[in-house]
T-cell receptor, first 111, second 114 residues
Framework: TQLLEQSPQFLSIQEGENLTVYCNSS?????LQWYRQEPGEGPVLLVT?????EVKKLKRLTFQFGDARKDSSLHITAAQPGDTGLYLC???????????FGDGTTLTVKP | DSGVTQTPKHLITATGQRVTLRCSPR?????VYWYQQSLDQGLQFLIQ???????AKGNILERFSAQQFPDLHSELNLSSLELGDSALYFC?????????????FGPGTRLTVL
């Protein structure tokens, strides 16, 4: 069974601060997705990373896939209250044809 | 708007009852996934269908069943409902099951069992 561990579980910061959340596994994934979910709504896809060592930027968000394709990080610069939400990572396995989701990091950005 | 639709948005029922949740995937997507999310918990994968066939099973209870129809919409049936089944149920769809499995989620059905 492939497991994804996300840390920290909860993070509360002030507007303008920087933060990094992590997604770790002992398994290799063919790709990894990051999603953001707001309360009562469905997760929304933010990015997919495929190549080991890949870095993708989405405005103030920077996503990195580990060289061995076992882990990933999400860095947010100058966080805003609108960044508040549950951040989920999901690892995809080509052979199994499905994704494994982590339990998520709940981020609260206070104005 | 992800293009995935789910009905109903809210459902309130009693213990022991049976309900059916419906999902229509994005146009062109062949895979449908069902997830359960209880309060303050992550997404629990239930089951996946690909082009009408069951593809993968997660922690789905025997009281729960699903199917995908020829027009690719899917239904999740929950029977003999218990209080602990109260949760958000999400459907997601994707183009295929190969690497780069990007899933697009519907708005969810909030089930309350009283």
């Amino acid at each position: 069974t492939q497991l994804l561990e996300q840390s920290p579980q909860f993070l509360s910061i002030q507007e303008g601060e920087n933060l990094t959340v992590y997604c770790n596994s002992s398994s290799v994934f063919s790709s990894l997705q990051w999603y953001r979910q707001e309360p009562g709504e469905g997760p929304v896809l933010l990015v997919t990373v495929v190549t080991g060592g890949e870095v993708k930027k989405l405005k103030r968000l920077t996503f990195q896939f580990g060289d061995a394709r076992k882990d990933s990080s999400l860095h947010i610069t100058a966080a805003q209250p609108g960044d508040t939400g549950l951040y989920l990572c999901a690892g995809s396995d080509t052979n199994a044809g499905k994704s494994t989701f982590g339990d998520g990091t709940t981020l609260t950005v206070k104005p | 708007d992800s293009g995935v639709t789910q009905t109903p948005k809210h459902l309130i029922t009693a213990t022991g009852q049976r309900v059916t949740l419906r999902c229509s995937p994005r146009s062109g997507d062949l895979s449908v996934y069902w997830y359960q999310q209880s309060l303050d918990q992550g997404l629990q994968f239930l089951i996946q269908y690909y082009n009408g066939e069951e593809r993968a099973k997660g922690n789905i209870l025997e009281r729960f069943s699903a199917q995908q129809f020829p027009d690719l919409h899917s239904e999740l049936n929950l029977s003999s409902l218990e209080l602990g089944d109260s949760a958000l149920y999400f459907c997601a769809s994707s183009v295929d099951t190969s690497g780069g499995n990007e899933q697009f989620f519907g708005p969810g059905t909030r089930l309350t069992v009283l």
